[in-house]
């Protein structure tokens, strides 16, 4: 039994001879694999059309002509659609973590959305959850875990915290001083 399994390790793999391996691929097979593939990257999570279309590519059996076929049917059944896409995502990452416009914006672009496309769905996300409900979750939340800003040092980090999140500067500001005083007349009301 060890033997053969030695003897199956340590067999040399023929490599395919050079002709059939510059031959291309049967144009209907091209598409059928890269429809497959398309398929199989979608179960695995959602995607954008300019993403799937990206990761079609990768393989040296695909082409534009396979690529555009596959997208083509898979929107024609609704599986690609960057519109819905683009929707569900903001509202995803809204729902997981309060973030800001830019860093949404941001998550977009690398999921590689259309600019029109994704200024759309951040719209319709902060229509439903404005960005000031969401800034003020981020900061109780913060307050939470490492409680209230006592030093500028806190203060600052807070700052820089809600800036990563993708928070504007200017609502950023307002809400860390707006901490900040309340931080200010609760000692004045406690050391009365």
């Known amino acids: ?51 799937l279309r990206e990761r079609l590519l990768e393989k040296d059996w695909s082409n534009d002509e396979a690529v555009d076929a596959a997208i083509a049917k898979l929107s024609e059944y609704g599986y690609v659609n960057d519109e819905q896409f683009a929707q569900s995502f903001a509202a995803s990452r809204v729902r997981q973590k309060p973030i800001g416009r830019t860093r949404l914006a941001r998550d977009l672009q690398m999921k590689k959305v259309p600019k029109e496309v994704a200024d759309a769905a951040i719209k319709a996300t902060y229509e439903e959850t404005p960005e000031e409900t969401l800034i003020d979750e981020a900061i109780s939340k913060r307050i939470r875990l490492r409680g209230r800003p006592q030093t500028r040092e806190e203060t600052k980090s807070l700052f820089d915290h809600l800036l990563r999140r993708g928070f504007s500067h200017d609502l950023v500001i307002r809400k860390v001083r707006a901490l900040s005083s309340s931080d200010i007349d609760e000692a004045d009301v406690d050391g009365e």
Do not use: F, G, H, W
Request: hydrophobic share 30%.
């Open 1 to 51: 039994m060890e033997t053969m399994y030695r003897q199956r390790r340590n067999r040399q793999i023929k490599p395919q001879d050079e002709e059939s391996a510059r031959r291309p691929l049967d144009p209907q097979k091209a598409r059928e694999r890269t429809l497959q593939r398309a398929v199989k990257l979608l179960a695995a999570k959602p995607r954008s059309i300019a993403e």
